[in-house]
C-alpha cells in the first residue's frame, strides 16, 4: 500500500481536475494521500478536500515563505484547527533553505 505523504491538492493546477487526480493516484496504487497545508487563511481548502474523501487527510500549518504574510504570533489558531478528525498534524512549517527568500 502506497500512502502519499506530502501533495497539495488545493494547488490550482491541481484543483481543477481533483476527482482525475486522485483516480490516477488510485489506478497507481496510492491508497491514502495528506495534503499540506502552507497558509492558515487557506485552511478551510484544504480541509474541505480532506472532508470530500475518505482517504485523503490534512495538516494545518505556515510554510516558511508565507509566514511573514500570515503574522502569526501564538500557536493557537494552529492547535484549534487540530481539533478536526481530518488533521493529522502540524506543518508546513519550519525552515526552508532551498529558495533561500524566507
Not at 15 to 33: H, I, K, N
Not at 59 to 77: I, L, M, N, W
Amino acid at each position: 500500500m502506497l500512502i502519499d505523504s506530502h501533495c497539495h491538492l488545493d494547488f490550482p493546477e491541481l484543483t481543477s481536475d481533483e476527482s482525475g487526480v486522485l483516480a490516477r493516484a488510485r489506478t497507481a496504487g496510492v491508497a491514502g494521500m495528506l495534503t499540506i497545508s502552507t497558509r492558515l487563511d487557506q485552511f478551510e481548502r484544504v480541509r474541505a478536500i480532506a472532508e470530500r474523501h475518505e482517504n485523503v487527510w490534512c495538516s494545518v500549518g505556515v510554510h516558511p515563505h508565507e509566514a511573514k504574510e500570515e503574522g502569526q504570533r501564538t500557536p493557537d489558531r494552529l492547535i484549534e484547527a487540530t481539533r478536526h478528525p481530518k488533521v493529522v498534524g502540524i506543518g508546513e512549517t519550519g525552515l526552508d533553505f532551498y529558495y533561500e527568500h524566507s
